[in-house]
């Protein structure tokens, strides 16, 4: 835990949140901004600023207990989010995951600017990622 971190310090209890779930390794809680209603955090209770920096049994529980808060918020439709530093929007530098329920009224609106790669250009990055995976 880190005693600067807010995410920590809303695990310690010090500063409020509307907690949904709690486990012994992630803490869920209604986002303060949200882009709609039920928009919740989840939230390992392991302090590291990328999804690399914590280790697997912190992640055990997120997806079991993303699923229990979309199927609580009823909603058919949503996001789970996941960002891994400042050029990938993260503001609050402890992993964290957003569930973000979608209808018509809101929700996360997403732009995917995608690239056109030729068949040798995939199978390079396909080659280069598969050697790192094997190591």
Same mark, same amino acid.
Request: net charge neutral.
């Given at each position: 835990? #880190?005693?600067?971190?807010?995410?920590?310090?809303?695990?310690?209890?010090?500063?409020?949140?509307?907690?949904?779930?709690?486990?012994?390794?992630?803490?869920?809680?209604?986002?303060?901004?949200?882009l709609?209603?039920?928009?919740?955090?989840?939230? &390992?209770?392991?302090?590291?600023?990328?999804?690399?920096?914590? &280790?697997?049994?912190?992640?055990?529980?997120?997806? &079991?207990?993303?699923k229990?808060?979309?199927?609580?918020?009823?909603?058919? #439709?949503?996001?789970?989010?996941?960002?891994?530093?400042?050029?990938?929007?993260?503001?609050?530098?402890h992993?964290?995951?957003?569930?973000? &329920?979608? #209808?018509?009224?809101?929700?996360?609106?997403?732009?995917?600017?995608?690239?056109?790669?030729?068949?040798?250009?995939?199978?390079?990055?396909?080659?280069?990622?598969?050697?790192?995976?094997?190591?």
């Amino acid at each position: 835990m #880190d005693s600067n971190c807010i995410f920590c310090k809303i695990i310690r209890q010090e500063i409020k949140s509307y907690k949904l779930i709690e486990t012994d390794t992630v803490y869920s809680f209604l986002d303060i901004g949200p882009l709609n209603e039920g928009h919740a955090l989840i939230i &390992p209770k392991y302090h590291g600023q990328k999804i690399g920096d914590i &280790p697997d049994e912190y992640l055990h529980d997120v997806l &079991p207990v993303a699923k229990k808060i979309a199927k609580a918020v009823g909603c058919t #439709d949503y996001n789970i989010l996941q960002n891994n530093g400042k050029l990938a929007h993260q503001e609050v530098m402890h992993v964290h995951f957003h569930v973000i &329920p979608k #209808d018509e009224n809101g929700g996360l609106i997403i732009k995917w600017p995608t690239k056109k790669l030729s068949e040798e250009q995939f199978k390079a990055i396909h080659e280069k990622i598969l050697a790192k995976l094997e190591n």
